[in-house]
């Protein structure tokens, strides 16, 4: 058996005494692997004795040179300890490199300018192998349970040790050395065997002492356990095969999707877990035992309105209201713990004697879950965020769009034929794109079509910016009318019940006349109540249509740009309508100048008993209804579509079948995350609508995807998409946060309903607690409420970003000069090689391939370059070298 | 999955392996199973009689519906298997996917990605190595000078020491700035 593992000696090691055992160990296999391999080389070299090796590969280069200055950055680049072997001695003669070094003419020192691809790695030096690719024989297991036990634990240290050595050096810096399988020619069954022979001498080692046991027991037992802790963790993942189906089938990109809405599950699921166990329980408990000191609660208080959408007093009628009340929120749904209405203000206490001590300090609870909650989906958003910084974003300079579409492209994960045909046709769209896109470059515009286009964009952009401001708009006013109108319903209902109660005097026709008047103005009391929600819904899904038929037309010069564009559009466009529609919700419960405060004293009537109800029926209503709407709008443009696209030859040739677009389907999983996190502290058991909702959109999506829809046209790159949707989610977290704040510190709670009553702020039990705490932290809290610590804070994060900006900056400033040191000390190599093959041939400098201009240069022309180049290179090292401590 | 997979491969071996793979043993059998599916009356004898050698042909291997539509079976086959044949034993089948799976680090994968595509196993990727991905990538559908002038503008991207090969070092930087790569260079059973 042949394994992913390498076994190789690192000077991270502890200082144990394990360790140093082990460590002479390793170095006694290192000693038996270099003899084999030196044979191994000897031989080879036998094998090719009189054959010019090609030059670009061969690492004797530059025998009897040494380089000062660019040793020293190869040792901290690669810190090789081999030495290529030196196949004949050149003539004492000092020579000058293209790059202007003066090479030594001392022939006593060994070389050291083995740069990047001329390294003679040998699958035994400890800083170049990597942890996957030296192999070990462990086939015939029946050596003994007690060296297997010690090896392992010993190749495990070494690997753990190593990989975390070989990642941190990776990461530190730029042109790191080569990994063993690339640079040696040894295949893999070669390498099996040397391990084979290598492992002889493992296990003739002598019984460890006790204590060296006992340490590696130790070491194996914390691996073994973090490894079925990890193993656990791993096989609790949800939808693993779920994924891994839909990415056969449609390919990384939309897999994306599916990981989202399962990390989105994940801050669900825990954000439920907290609402179940430490608000809904106990509140519960706390209504069902009425003993309890908590009498101001009246059940009738919670209804802030009256919403009997169908009349009449037989069963049908009542199933009619019960159901629309369900999906509107109103209603019975007002008296239950959906809401925050509904939770009692008081503490659970427990008497001892004759004192009486809180256990449960109820309304406390309620109020630090809630920004639990927002803490909850911060923590994952940042931990996205730093993996993803971690992985690539440091170190991404410049697109290489060709090599990452054909050398990184390839999506071994398909399983599937056309698929795997329209990835390739995908490829080749992008790769003619991107051709195109650098023709288009050098295409010059006239700077007459250039005005035109630019005020064209200005037209369009004030046309977008002009109907969301109009959509707005219309359903602020539609807020506003919903609310005064659903006072005037909350009056009218008495007279209405007068009518229904005559209904059985009155013929037919009249019973008729009189229904179809009710049904339309139940069909308008409906609308009033829906409205708002509606047309935030419906705007979300035609106005994302709308940027895409308005980015046709502005000629944008790349695809990309013009999707990048449609795409902030459409973001834009949600985050404002859901902050529109808090905002709204906010001018109508603001305790002054409200507009529920006006039409209380206009009216001298309370219109709603309990504002907090009132937003939480609010939101869930929206959420509601986006859901419908997502159902409904995945039924027509999916499933309807591709049933008629199969079935129907005419429509086959006009419609295409759909596509999943993977950046419009995350931004409406924010939105809908959005509603969720504005309403979760106005109605705990939000959460579980969510849990459900987040699965039931999987498996629908599912179904429709595996079905209905073809891969995605374009290349979507999961890791722009990935900080895409970090972005998103974290910007949309601060929104909802900042609303959620606003309401917390600035809204006196109702009189008679939720936690929180009788309080001035709901943010009060918070302040109780820390004043109660004493000094010091109630000194913090003072001065925290204070806007300009608030202030001084974000400044003080602001700056720390803009030192790790710069930071970053400078170390790509650094990897670009590293880079430019590469190119210079390639061509060092290549005139090295070609020097020394006119020192072999006796006849005169050749022209190389690439650097033949250099090498054909007279000396004095090449001394006149000298001064120059020199003066470039110090530059490089000055840089370099302190760089490489980052 | 369960009792009788377990009882296949012994206990120690089954450590042996979780060892030294990046998979759980729960993980180990299900590839066992989906390795004892290419032939499943070959290999339940063969590991019956406790050799854990038994060779799956190349023919056997690629049924696997990962490799199956893969342009590059053949080279994945070849640069996994001991022999170099494409002919696969459990430990080689194992291998490849451990390398392949999400947990494997990304040099690994680079190195392993540099070996699959190294068509003429001359340790750099050079222009010939080049064309033939180009057209394996885009199955074989694009005319041999706009194939040539990709090559060029992948060489022009990144051959850092401009020889007109890709040598391991250049490719692995390549692939190490791609964040698709990990994600793409993946097969999971």
């Given at each position: 058996m042949d394994f992913v593992k390498g076994l190789f000696d690192s000077d991270k090691e502890s200082d144990s005494g394990s360790a140093k055992k082990n460590r002479q160990k390793m170095n006694k296999n290192f000693d038996k692997a270099d003899k084999y391999n030196s044979k191994k080389k000897a031989k080879k070299d036998e094998d090719v004795?009189?054959?010019?090796?090609?030059p670009n590969r061969s690492n004797k280069v530059g025998p009897g040179a040494d380089v000062p200055d660019q040793s020293v950055a190869m040792n901290n680049l690669d810190s090789s300890e081999d030495m290529p072997e030196i196949p004949m001695r050149p003539k004492s003669r000092a020579v000058i490199l293209p790059s202007g070094l003066i090479i030594g003419s001392e022939d006593d020192s060994s070389v050291h300018t083995s740069t990047l691809s001329s390294h003679s790695s040998d699958s035994f030096n400890p800083r170049n192998g990597l942890p996957g690719l030296a192999r070990i024989e462990?086939?015939?297991?029946?050596?003994g349970l007690v060296e297997d036990d010690k090896k392992s634990s010993t190749v495990k240290r070494q690997v753990r040790t190593l990989d975390g050595a070989g990642r941190r050096k990776s990461s530190a810096h730029f042109g790191r050395s080569v990994s063993a399988p690339a640079g040696e020619k040894l295949s893999l069954a070669e390498r099996r065997t040397l391990r084979r022979a290598e492992r002889v001498g493992v296990v003739e080692k002598k019984q460890l002492p006790f204590f060296t046991r006992i340490a590696y027991e130790f070491t194996m037992g914390i691996q073994k356990t973090t490894r079925k802790i990890q193993e656990g963790f791993r096989n609790a993942q949800i939808w693993g095969p779920s994924i891994k189906e839909l990415e056969g089938n449609l390919g990384s990109g939309v897999s994306t999707y599916f990981r989202v809405l399962r990390w989105l599950l994940k801050i669900n699921v825990i954000s439920m877990v907290m609402a179940l166990g430490l608000i809904a329980t106990p509140g519960i408990w706390m209504n069902e035992h009425h003993d309890l000191p908590d009498t101001s609660l009246n059940k009738d208080d919670l209804n802030c309105t009256n919403p009997n959408f169908v009349e009449g007093n037989d069963t049908a009628a009542d199933v009619a209201n019960y159901i629309l009340q369900f999906l509107t929120g109103q209603g019975w749904m007002e008296g239950t713990a959906l809401y925050l209405g509904w939770y009692p203000a008081s503490n659970i206490t427990r008497t001892s004697g004759d004192t009486e001590k809180t256990t449960y300090n109820f309304p406390l609870a309620y109020l630090l879950v809630g920004l639990a909650y927002f803490l909850v989906a911060l923590m994952f958003i940042l931990n996205n965020i730093a993996r993803l910084f971690k992985k690539s974003a440091a170190e991404k300079i410049e697109t290489k769009t060709y090599s990452e579409l054909i050398l990184t492209g390839w999506d071994y994960t398909i399983q599937n034929k056309k698929t795997a045909q329209l990835r390739s046709t995908t490829v080749i769209k992008s790769l003619k794109e991107a051709l195109s896109n650098d023709a288009q470059k050098f295409v010059k515009i006239s700077f007459k079509k250039e005005i035109g286009i630019i005020v064209l964009r200005v037209c369009t952009n004030c046309v977008a910016v002009a109907a969301m401001i109009g959509t707005v708009f219309l359903y602020y006013r539609e807020v506003v009318r919903g609310t005064s109108e659903d006072a005037a319903n909350s009056t009218n209902a008495c007279g209405e019940k007068l009518e229904t109660a005559d209904f059985s005097n009155l013929t037919d026709i009249e019973i008729n006349e009189i229904s179809a008047e009710l049904i339309t103005r139940e069909l308008a009391r409906f609308w009033s109540s829906y409205s708002a929600s509606i047309i935030v819904s419906l705007s979300n899904i035609l106005f994302p249509i709308f940027f895409e038929f308005l980015g046709q037309y502005e000629f944008y010069r790349f695809q990309s740009t013009r999707i990048a564009i449609t795409m902030v559009r459409s973001f834009v466009m949600k985050l404002f309508s859901v902050c529109v529609f808090l905002y709204v919700l906010y001018q109508a419960t603001?305790?002054?100048?409200?507009i529920m405060e006006t039409w209380q004293r206009d009216n001298n009537t309370l219109l709603y008993n309990c504002w907090e109800n009132y937003i939480g029926a609010q939101l869930y209503q929206l959420c509601i209804i986006d859901f419908i709407v997502f159902c409904t709008s995945l039924f027509f443009s999916e499933v309807l579509r591709n049933i008629l696209i199969n079935n129907i030859k005419w429509f086959r040739s006009k419609v295409e079948q759909p596509e999943f677009n993977i950046p419009k389907e995350i931004l409406d999983l924010c939105y809908k995350q959005m509603i969720f996190w504005s309403a979760i502290f106005f109605s705990p058991l939000m959460c579980c609508v969510a849990v459900i909702e987040v699965i039931v959109i999987f498996y629908l999506r599912k179904a429709s995807a595996l079905r209905n829809v073809r891969p995605p046209q374009k290349v979507v790159l999961t890791s722009q998409s990935s900080s895409m949707v970090n972005a998103v989610f974290l910007v949309s977290l601060i929104f909802v946060f900042v609303f959620v704040g606003l309401v917390i510190f600035q809204f006196k709670p109702s009189a008679h309903c939720g936690p929180f009553r009788g309080k001035t702020k709901i943010h009060e039990p918070l302040g109780l607690l820390i004043e109660n705490s004493g000094g010091f932290k109630t000194y913090i809290y003072d001065n925290l409420k204070m806007t300009a610590v608030i202030v001084s804070i974000v400044i003080i994060v602001l700056l720390i970003i803009y030192y790790f900006k710069s930071l970053a900056a400078s170390r790509n400033l650094t990897i670009k000069l590293l880079r430019h040191q590469i190119k210079v000390e390639h061509v060092d190599k290549q005139f090295l090689i070609e020097h020394i093959k006119s020192q072999i041939t006796g006849k005169p400098v050749q022209e190389g391939k690439k650097d033949g201009t250099v090498s054909r240069m007279s000396h004095s022309q090449l001394s006149g370059e000298l001064a120059n180049k020199t003066k470039k290179n110090m530059t490089i090292h000055r840089y370099a070298n302190p760089s490489l401590k980052i | 999955m369960g009792n009788s997979e377990s009882a296949l491969i012994s206990e120690k071996q089954l450590e042996i392996y979780q060892l030294e793979t990046f998979f759980t043993r729960k993980e180990i059998l299900h590839i066992y199973q989906s390795f004892e599916n290419l032939n499943p009356d070959k290999v339940r004898e063969a590991f019956m009689a406790g050799n854990y050698q038994v060779k799956m042909d190349y023919q056997e291997v690629i049924q696997l519906a990962e490799l199956k539509y893969s342009p590059f079976k053949d080279r994945i086959c070849r640069v996994f298997s001991e022999d170099q044949s494409g002919d696969m034993t459990f430990s080689d089948y194992l291998d490849m996917l451990s390398v392949m799976s999400m947990q494997a680090p990304k040099d690994l994968k680079a190195a392993y990605a540099f070996k699959i595509y190294d068509f003429n196993d001359d340790d750099e990727i050079d222009r010939t190595d080049l064309d033939e991905l180009v057209n394996r990538v885009t199955g074989f559908r694009m005319k041999t000078e706009d194939v040539d002038g990709i090559v060029d503008e992948i060489l022009k991207e990144c051959d850092m020491d401009e020889n007109g090969t890709l040598t391991a070092a250049e490719f692995e930087d390549i692939l190490h700035k791609s964040p698709e790569f990990s994600a793409n260079f993946n097969i999971e059973v």
């Amino acid at each position: 058996m042949d394994f992913v593992k390498g076994l190789f000696d690192s000077d991270k090691e502890s200082d144990s005494g394990s360790a140093k055992k082990n460590r002479q160990k390793m170095n006694k296999n290192f000693d038996k692997a270099d003899k084999y391999n030196s044979k191994k080389k000897a031989k080879k070299d036998e094998d090719v004795t009189g054959v010019p090796r090609r030059p670009n590969r061969s690492n004797k280069v530059g025998p009897g040179a040494d380089v000062p200055d660019q040793s020293v950055a190869m040792n901290n680049l690669d810190s090789s300890e081999d030495m290529p072997e030196i196949p004949m001695r050149p003539k004492s003669r000092a020579v000058i490199l293209p790059s202007g070094l003066i090479i030594g003419s001392e022939d006593d020192s060994s070389v050291h300018t083995s740069t990047l691809s001329s390294h003679s790695s040998d699958s035994f030096n400890p800083r170049n192998g990597l942890p996957g690719l030296a192999r070990i024989e462990v086939e015939d297991v029946d050596n003994g349970l007690v060296e297997d036990d010690k090896k392992s634990s010993t190749v495990k240290r070494q690997v753990r040790t190593l990989d975390g050595a070989g990642r941190r050096k990776s990461s530190a810096h730029f042109g790191r050395s080569v990994s063993a399988p690339a640079g040696e020619k040894l295949s893999l069954a070669e390498r099996r065997t040397l391990r084979r022979a290598e492992r002889v001498g493992v296990v003739e080692k002598k019984q460890l002492p006790f204590f060296t046991r006992i340490a590696y027991e130790f070491t194996m037992g914390i691996q073994k356990t973090t490894r079925k802790i990890q193993e656990g963790f791993r096989n609790a993942q949800i939808w693993g095969p779920s994924i891994k189906e839909l990415e056969g089938n449609l390919g990384s990109g939309v897999s994306t999707y599916f990981r989202v809405l399962r990390w989105l599950l994940k801050i669900n699921v825990i954000s439920m877990v907290m609402a179940l166990g430490l608000i809904a329980t106990p509140g519960i408990w706390m209504n069902e035992h009425h003993d309890l000191p908590d009498t101001s609660l009246n059940k009738d208080d919670l209804n802030c309105t009256n919403p009997n959408f169908v009349e009449g007093n037989d069963t049908a009628a009542d199933v009619a209201n019960y159901i629309l009340q369900f999906l509107t929120g109103q209603g019975w749904m007002e008296g239950t713990a959906l809401y925050l209405g509904w939770y009692p203000a008081s503490n659970i206490t427990r008497t001892s004697g004759d004192t009486e001590k809180t256990t449960y300090n109820f309304p406390l609870a309620y109020l630090l879950v809630g920004l639990a909650y927002f803490l909850v989906a911060l923590m994952f958003i940042l931990n996205n965020i730093a993996r993803l910084f971690k992985k690539s974003a440091a170190e991404k300079i410049e697109t290489k769009t060709y090599s990452e579409l054909i050398l990184t492209g390839w999506d071994y994960t398909i399983q599937n034929k056309k698929t795997a045909q329209l990835r390739s046709t995908t490829v080749i769209k992008s790769l003619k794109e991107a051709l195109s896109n650098d023709a288009q470059k050098f295409v010059k515009i006239s700077f007459k079509k250039e005005i035109g286009i630019i005020v064209l964009r200005v037209c369009t952009n004030c046309v977008a910016v002009a109907a969301m401001i109009g959509t707005v708009f219309l359903y602020y006013r539609e807020v506003v009318r919903g609310t005064s109108e659903d006072a005037a319903n909350s009056t009218n209902a008495c007279g209405e019940k007068l009518e229904t109660a005559d209904f059985s005097n009155l013929t037919d026709i009249e019973i008729n006349e009189i229904s179809a008047e009710l049904i339309t103005r139940e069909l308008a009391r409906f609308w009033s109540s829906y409205s708002a929600s509606i047309i935030v819904s419906l705007s979300n899904i035609l106005f994302p249509i709308f940027f895409e038929f308005l980015g046709q037309y502005e000629f944008y010069r790349f695809q990309s740009t013009r999707i990048a564009i449609t795409m902030v559009r459409s973001f834009v466009m949600k985050l404002f309508s859901v902050c529109v529609f808090l905002y709204v919700l906010y001018q109508a419960t603001k305790p002054s100048g409200g507009i529920m405060e006006t039409w209380q004293r206009d009216n001298n009537t309370l219109l709603y008993n309990c504002w907090e109800n009132y937003i939480g029926a609010q939101l869930y209503q929206l959420c509601i209804i986006d859901f419908i709407v997502f159902c409904t709008s995945l039924f027509f443009s999916e499933v309807l579509r591709n049933i008629l696209i199969n079935n129907i030859k005419w429509f086959r040739s006009k419609v295409e079948q759909p596509e999943f677009n993977i950046p419009k389907e995350i931004l409406d999983l924010c939105y809908k995350q959005m509603i969720f996190w504005s309403a979760i502290f106005f109605s705990p058991l939000m959460c579980c609508v969510a849990v459900i909702e987040v699965i039931v959109i999987f498996y629908l999506r599912k179904a429709s995807a595996l079905r209905n829809v073809r891969p995605p046209q374009k290349v979507v790159l999961t890791s722009q998409s990935s900080s895409m949707v970090n972005a998103v989610f974290l910007v949309s977290l601060i929104f909802v946060f900042v609303f959620v704040g606003l309401v917390i510190f600035q809204f006196k709670p109702s009189a008679h309903c939720g936690p929180f009553r009788g309080k001035t702020k709901i943010h009060e039990p918070l302040g109780l607690l820390i004043e109660n705490s004493g000094g010091f932290k109630t000194y913090i809290y003072d001065n925290l409420k204070m806007t300009a610590v608030i202030v001084s804070i974000v400044i003080i994060v602001l700056l720390i970003i803009y030192y790790f900006k710069s930071l970053a900056a400078s170390r790509n400033l650094t990897i670009k000069l590293l880079r430019h040191q590469i190119k210079v000390e390639h061509v060092d190599k290549q005139f090295l090689i070609e020097h020394i093959k006119s020192q072999i041939t006796g006849k005169p400098v050749q022209e190389g391939k690439k650097d033949g201009t250099v090498s054909r240069m007279s000396h004095s022309q090449l001394s006149g370059e000298l001064a120059n180049k020199t003066k470039k290179n110090m530059t490089i090292h000055r840089y370099a070298n302190p760089s490489l401590k980052i | 999955m369960g009792n009788s997979e377990s009882a296949l491969i012994s206990e120690k071996q089954l450590e042996i392996y979780q060892l030294e793979t990046f998979f759980t043993r729960k993980e180990i059998l299900h590839i066992y199973q989906s390795f004892e599916n290419l032939n499943p009356d070959k290999v339940r004898e063969a590991f019956m009689a406790g050799n854990y050698q038994v060779k799956m042909d190349y023919q056997e291997v690629i049924q696997l519906a990962e490799l199956k539509y893969s342009p590059f079976k053949d080279r994945i086959c070849r640069v996994f298997s001991e022999d170099q044949s494409g002919d696969m034993t459990f430990s080689d089948y194992l291998d490849m996917l451990s390398v392949m799976s999400m947990q494997a680090p990304k040099d690994l994968k680079a190195a392993y990605a540099f070996k699959i595509y190294d068509f003429n196993d001359d340790d750099e990727i050079d222009r010939t190595d080049l064309d033939e991905l180009v057209n394996r990538v885009t199955g074989f559908r694009m005319k041999t000078e706009d194939v040539d002038g990709i090559v060029d503008e992948i060489l022009k991207e990144c051959d850092m020491d401009e020889n007109g090969t890709l040598t391991a070092a250049e490719f692995e930087d390549i692939l190490h700035k791609s964040p698709e790569f990990s994600a793409n260079f993946n097969i999971e059973v």
